[in-house]
């Protein structure tokens, strides 16, 4: 077993929300500690609505340089401006033409369930890192826990240079068995921005449970 590496926090947005109000809980987030990434994913939206959000947003993001990543459009991340995209469709074809829009500097993450084979295939087409859950119950996307997610990120963290993220249903409370897993990054969506005290102290929380492991 290797050393544990100090996870970063990778935050993905509410699937709904109110886009003037957000900036405000984006902010709280980002003034919580640092966040590596931050991922729009708006799967109700029309285009036209994301590119707006996404040009608001943008501005804000670059403040605290963190990577800006939108999900699934990557035309519209290379329009906008985004630092890359995230797909959630792992064909290999469909990687490859992120990386030829976007370009060698962009990042291109890769949802892959707990599936090994389709990870390695995701990463030898030219992903940047690859995601492996839901780790828990997730009720942001209403899936169950994958019970081979914590297995697959300790394999993949420990075979392979291409980074992984840990999704789904992740708080700071169950989160001792993700870290021990040595996974490059933790992504949290509801433990955010659905926080009692708000993101700010959501973003806190994280990085102090993130300290006591070291």
């Known amino acids: 077993m290797g050393d544990r590496v100090e996870s970063q926090l990778y935050l993905v947005s509410p699937p709904r929300f109110e886009p003037a109000g957000f900036t405000d809980s984006l902010r709280q987030a980002l003034d919580g500690g640092p966040v590596a990434c931050f991922q729009l994913w708006m799967p109700d939206a029309d285009e036209d609505t994301i590119r707006q959000v996404a040009s608001t947003l943008r501005p804000?993001?670059?403040e605290?340089?963190?990577?800006?990543?939108?999900?699934g459009h990557t035309k519209l991340a290379s329009f906008v401006g985004c630092?890359?995209?995230h797909?959630?469709?792992t064909d290999a074809k469909t990687i490859k033409a992120a990386?030829?829009?976007l370009g060698d500097d962009a990042v291109v993450g890769v949802s892959c369930g707990s599936s090994r084979h389709t990870s390695m295939e995701a990463a030898e087409a030219g992903a940047d890192y690859v995601s492996f859950g839901p780790v828990y119950a997730t009720s942001t996307k209403g899936l169950d826990a994958d019970e081979d997610a914590l297995d697959t990120l300790s394999w993949w963290a420990e075979m392979m240079e291409v980074p992984c993220v840990a999704v789904g249903g992740i708080t700071p409370d169950n989160l001792d068995?993700?870290?021990?897993?040595?996974c490059e990054f933790i992504c949290a969506v509801s433990a955010i921005w659905n926080h009692p005290k708000g993101p700010?102290?959501?973003?806190a929380d994280f990085h102090a449970k993130i300290r006591e492991a070291e």
Do not use: H
Request: glycine residues 4%; negative net charge; proline residues 3%.
């Open 99 to 101: 990386r030829k829009t």
């Open 60 to 62: 804000i993001i670059l």
């Open 177 to 182: 068995p993700v870290l021990e897993t040595r």
């Open 200 to 203: 700010k102290q959501a973003v």
């Open 64 to 71: 605290y340089d963190t990577a800006f990543l939108l999900n």
């Open 83 to 85: 630092d890359g995209v």
């Open 87 to 89: 797909l959630d469709d």
